[in-house]
């Protein structure tokens, strides 16, 4: 599937619920995916990327931006703690703030920089033992935390259980940011987005459904 047919499923999804055409930003996930790929998307006029690890982002990213101009880079992996200021200084935005050891440490990397990217809290809405993220009933709480450090957190996070209802997380996420006064809301993939739009997302994390199947020998 091209790019722009990406983009008119998009632009559907946004119609079908009413909402305004553009409302919804789709970061094309590049995590190992080759730089030919990414290249060709760039060329294509897409600006808005994401990557898993902060090492594959850091080995490309510097260099796309020397070449093409207003490029928004998000981290939507897991962010280790001793990878924290590398992520500060070259993110736009963090979707997977998961833990207070890591708001502590984003605080204080920030305080030293002067800037902070936005800020999503991974929310783990299916209670998963081997998932990352804050607990629905834990989030409001850890919010605040957040806010007293004067963090920029702009919204919330989640990927769904592969084997459970998406829409049923989708509306949990939903009904969360509007209890912590939150508009922003990262959720759905290349298998789901059209669903996620239609229950809010503003942010759609779509990778396959535009580059294709990883390359298996980068995958591995």
């Known amino acids: 599937m091209s790019l722009n ?7 559907q999804a946004e119609v079908k619920v009413s909402r305004s055409v553009g409302s919804t930003k789709l970061i ?26 902060v090492q594959e ?17 998000h981290i939507i992996g897991h962010l280790q703690t001793n990878k924290t200021r590398t992520a500060i200084e070259l993110a736009d935005c963090i979707h997977t703030l998961d833990r207070i050891k890591l708001a502590k440490n984003i ?11 936005d800020l999503f809290v ?3 809405t299916g209670e998963e033992p081997q998932k990352s993220g804050i ?3 834990d989030t409001q709480t850890f919010i605040k935390e957040c806010l007293s450090m004067d963090l920029p957190i702009v919204g919330l996070m989640c990927i769904p259980p592969i084997n459970e209802e998406a829409s049923l997380h989708f509306s949990l996420l939903r009904n969360i940011a509007v209890d912590c006064g939150l508009g922003a809301l ?6 789901d987005f059209e669903k996620a739009i239609s229950f809010g997302a503003t942010h759609i994390r779509v990778g396959s459904a535009i580059f294709g199947e990883r390359v298996k020998s980068q995958a591995q």
């Open 135 to 137: 607990f629905p009933r």
């Open 57 to 73: 982002a850091q080995s490309k990213w510097p260099n796309f931006r020397e070449r093409y101009g207003g490029i928004e880079l």
């Open 5 to 11: 047919e990406i983009k008119n499923l998009v632009s």
């Open 28 to 53: 094309a996930v590049s995590k190992v995916q080759p730089n030919s790929r990414i290249e060709t998307v760039l060329e294509q006029g897409h600006r808005v990327f994401g990557e898993n690890r």
């Open 122 to 124: 991974q929310v783990n």
């Open 107 to 117: 605080a204080r990397i920030a305080q030293e920089l002067g800037k902070c990217p």
């Open 186 to 191: 990262s959720m759905g993939m290349s298998s």
